[in-house]
């Protein structure tokens, strides 16, 4: 048998959080009929990591490809997660968790972010007229924070007159900033795409801050996109190729 997947969100206050994460799930289920894909949360929602291994365990899986639904390795990847695992398999003998990768950086994102803008109204048409401001939750990670500026370069080069990276929380510029930044340097019209997964505290932030600064689209989150469920695929076999046994996600 394939390893189990479980793929393990932040969790949220949010009801829509859990709703977008399980909507997600439900399309790598349905784009890998046959592989057991579980979820579990970090914090306010279950089950938690321990809960839901456990059930994994009572039904017989031994062996599970755990993956982070991160954008980043910043802290709750290099600790939260590897903390949670190593709890598990401690009292658990004879289980295997090998842990995936984070999901970005990866084309796979930029892809779902174009069609999220797409969404909001924007053309092939419009790039070349249009500064994108790269929203992000935030982290007091100088890793992660280098890993979205330079998602934001990546990002550039495909045609955007523009793109410039903004967080929520714990970094600057904030999402408003940048818009008035970049209006103020001339751009006609500005978006603002959230780089975050589901909605949540700090999306809705972003959001506001867009539309205090008076950005022309507001593009989506992620959510439960087609290319997220691809790319959480192809982080598990990626994964479930490499040699059993815990790996941290520092290795």
């Not at 809705?204 to 008076?214: H, P, S």
């Amino acid at each position: 048998m394939s390893p189990a997947l479980l793929v393990i969100a932040h969790g949220s206050r949010d009801p829509r959080h859990a709703a977008t994460v399980h909507a997600l799930t439900g399309r790598v289920r349905a784009l890998r009929p046959g592989l057991r894909v579980e979820t579990a949360f970090l914090d306010f929602n279950t089950p938690s990591v321990g809960q839901a291994l456990s059930a994994l365990y009572l039904s017989g899986v031994r062996e599970v490809v755990a993956l982070p639904l991160l954008l980043t390795r910043a802290f709750h990847a290099k600790s939260d997660i590897p903390a949670a695992l190593a709890e598990s398999t401690s009292r658990l003998p004879g289980l295997s968790v090998r842990v995936a990768d984070v999901l970005g950086p990866s084309p796979l994102l930029l892809t779902a972010l174009e069609h999220r803008l797409s969404e909001a109204g924007l053309t092939p048409a419009d790039r070349a007229t249009t500064a994108v401001v790269l929203a992000s939750a935030g982290s007091t990670d100088p890793e992660a924070i280098a890993v979205i500026a330079e998602t934001a370069r990546e990002w550039r080069r495909t045609g955007w007159c523009a793109v410039r990276p903004a967080f929520a929380s714990a970094a600057l510029p904030r999402t408003e900033d940048a818009v008035r930044a970049l209006r103020a340097e001339g751009f006609e019209r500005v978006a603002v795409a959230p780089y975050v997964i589901a909605p949540g505290r700090l999306p809705d932030r972003i959001a506001a801050g867009a539309d205090a600064a008076g950005a022309d689209v507001v593009a989506d989150v992620l959510g439960a996109a087609p290319e997220l469920a691809r790319l959480l695929l192809r982080r598990y076999d990626a994964s479930a190729a490499a040699p059993a046994g815990l790996r941290a996600l520092t290795a």
